[in-house]
């Protein structure tokens, strides 16, 4: 919601054999998935939970972040002191 954009959490599902050459090499590991997509206003549009392979195809509807900055302008609730922080960091380089 803070960056009032779309987010792909992207996350690996299933049983995994360590790599050869790794201290727990032979061992399994296991990830537990959950792949989301979430929109800019923070509504899961997608979970795709821990089956494998699992793939969804989601639309990114550019007007609907026009529309969330538009209902709430975080923008303007930046303080001041934040900007003096990055003209100062921007003339360092």
């Given at each position: ?27 399994v590991?296991?990830?537990f ?61």
């Amino acid at each position: 919601i803070e960056t009032q954009c779309y987010l792909v959490a992207a996350a690996q599902a299933g049983k995994h054999n360590l790599p050869s050459g790794d201290a727990l090499s032979g061992r399994v590991r296991e990830s537990f998935g959950h792949s989301l997509v979430v929109g800019p206003f923070g509504n899961v549009l997608t979970d795709l939970g821990t089956e494998v392979p699992a793939l969804d195809v989601i639309d990114i509807d550019l007007d609907e972040i026009q529309q969330v900055r538009a209902k709430m302008p975080i923008q303007q609730h930046r303080h001041t002191a934040m900007h003096i922080f990055d003209q100062a960091r921007e003339t360092e380089k």
